[in-house]
């Protein structure tokens, strides 16, 4: 009896690059989470410009816990973005329109019943509430002060990224990878942001 060879079977041998190449594949949303950082420090003029950012994540988890469909995070946030980006470019102040958002995305998952769906899934509603409220309140505040906030809001969000992440709950797991790395390296940027200062 021939033995087949590694190649013939199809199991090849990767080489150390090609495994190397394999792994940051397997791992693009943290690349893309660490890519989109350094995209919101480019314009950071203080800590605070990354309220939004708080802000967008909580309101993102929020509504797919609506919705009940991890998958829908990618497109919802893609959405985000470019509405941000719109309303920017019209000098329009985004802020009004998300906070009412937010309010009206809550009503209707409290009256669709999303208090009484597995915890993971229940709790977007009280994080949106901190998460909103503390993205809205570090505007008010010193630009140290706020930074601070917000970073730790930030480190907050990806303690809940990782959790998220583990469970497999609420968004896709590619979403929680994501925003952890962003959430994760942006409060630790701020921080030193604002210590340096």
Partial sequence: MVEMSSAQGGSQERSPTGRVLMAVARRWPTGLGVAFMVFNVLGLEDGRDAALVVFLAAFVYLATAVTGRPGVAWPLFGASV??????????????PGLVGGAVCVAVVGLTDGLVRRP???AAQVPAMLVFGAVSV?????????????????????????????????VVARSMAEFCAALDLTLGMVIVALTVSA
């Fill in 137 to 169: 309140a570090a505007l008010s505040l010193s630009p140290a002060v706020g930074g601070c906030l917000v970073a730790a809001a930030l480190v907050g969000h990806a303690v809940l990224d990782v959790v998220l992440w583990r469970r497999n709950k």
């Fill in 82 to 95: 470019v509405a941000v980006a719109v309303l920017r470019l019209l000098a329009l102040e985004p802020w």
């Fill in 119 to 121: 915890t993971l899934v």
